[in-house]
């Protein structure tokens, strides 16, 4: 059945893929509650999406390493528009450091921005959906596919999201509620930019994606719209790569 304007909650909406993902569901005439820890950001990009097709976009500052406040988020999504087609979770952090020289610290921090978080907007998401429906996005890495090194305490986050991905699309197929991941390559957003602001560290990292370029945000923003969108509605428990070919493909 086609959804005229559905609606979707994202968390970590202002970031490099959340906000170019706002951008194209809003075009697309999407209702959009967003999440961000940052709201002077998390205001401006409101501002900007209901500039586009007259969006109904709003915004709610939350720290998604908490789980009452991803619960509160939810049902705020929830109370504004009757109910949610679609929840993402694109919290996220990139450490590179081999497993001898990251501290407890470190490791704590990857666990709870990456995989915590993905969790509690999943475990949130589907109590909302259990009469109506919907589908999950989260977030993995090529790391998960492709032995990188130094990537053993991200690859480990991911990891066990896509353990989580799988698990949950089992769980939940019966109620309709999709859950599906994207796995990129190396995505040029500000969370990267210690990377693709280096040259010797971008052409090297360039030469690793076999299509001869890093990621957009729009390659990965497109794919989640995809996978959102009521309308595809027979795709779940899929960690699906958008990477240049890195985790599939060996380049010349």
Same mark, same amino acid.
């Given at each position: 059945?086609?959804?005229?304007?559905?609606?979707?909650? =994202?968390? !970590? &909406? @202002?970031?490099?893929? #959340? %906000?170019?993902?706002?951008?194209?569901?809003?075009?697309?005439?999407?209702?959009? /509650?967003?999440?961000?820890?940052?709201?002077?950001?998390?205001?401006?990009?409101?501002?900007?999406?209901?500039?586009?097709?007259?969006?109904?976009?709003?915004?709610?500052?939350?720290?998604?390493?908490?789980?009452?406040?991803?619960?509160?988020?939810?049902?705020?999504?929830?109370?504004?528009?009757?109910? =949610?087609? !679609? &929840? @993402?979770?694109?919290? #996220? %952090?990139?450490?590179?450091?081999?497993?001898?020289?990251?501290?407890?610290?470190? /490791?704590?921090?990857?666990?709870?921005?990456?995989?915590?978080?993905?969790?509690?907007?999943?475990?949130?998401?589907?109590?909302?959906?259990?009469?109506?429906?919907?589908?999950?996005?989260?977030?993995?890495?090529?790391?998960?596919?492709?032995?990188?090194?130094?990537?053993?305490?991200?690859?480990?986050?991911?990891?066990?999201?896509?353990?989580?991905?799988? %698990?949950?699309?089992?769980?939940?197929?019966?109620?309709?509620?999709?859950?599906?991941?994207?796995?990129?390559?190396?995505?040029?957003?500000?969370?990267?930019?210690?990377?693709?602001?280096?040259?010797?560290?971008?052409?090297?990292?360039?030469?690793?994606?076999?299509?001869?370029?890093?990621?957009?945000?729009?390659?990965?923003?497109?794919?989640?719209?995809?996978?959102?969108?009521?309308?595809?509605?027979?795709?779940?428990?899929?960690?699906? %790569?958008?990477?240049?070919?890195?985790?599939?493909?060996?380049?010349?």
């Amino acid at each position: 059945m086609s959804v005229d304007h559905p609606a979707y909650a =994202i968390v !970590g &909406a @202002t970031g490099g893929i #959340g %906000s170019e993902l706002c951008r194209l569901l809003a075009q697309r005439g999407a209702k959009l /509650f967003l999440g961000g820890r940052d709201e002077t950001r998390l205001e401006t990009l409101v501002n900007e999406l209901r500039g586009i097709n007259h969006c109904d976009a709003r915004g709610y500052p939350l720290d998604a390493t908490k789980s009452v406040e991803v619960d509160l988020f939810i049902a705020k999504a929830v109370e504004s528009f009757g109910s =949610i087609n !679609g &929840a @993402t979770c694109l919290v #996220g %952090s990139i450490i590179l450091k081999p497993a001898h020289l990251t501290n407890d610290i470190e /490791f704590d921090d990857t666990i709870a921005l990456n995989l915590n978080t993905a969790f509690y907007v999943l475990r949130a998401s589907v109590k909302a959906m259990m009469t109506t429906g919907g589908s999950i996005v989260l977030a993995s890495t090529v790391a998960t596919k492709t032995g990188l090194p130094n990537h053993e305490a991200i690859a480990a986050a991911k990891g066990a999201i896509n353990g989580l991905v799988i %698990s949950a699309a089992a769980s939940y197929a019966a109620r309709g509620i999709r859950v599906n991941a994207v796995a990129p390559g190396l995505v040029r957003t500000p969370l990267s930019q210690k990377i693709t602001s280096n040259e010797l560290a971008l052409k090297a990292s360039t030469g690793m994606h076999p299509l001869g370029r890093i990621g957009e945000p729009k390659d990965v923003a497109s794919l989640i719209a995809y996978l959102l969108d009521p309308n595809n509605n027979w795709m779940t428990g899929q960690i699906l %790569s958008t990477d240049g070919g890195m985790s599939a493909v060996r380049g010349k």
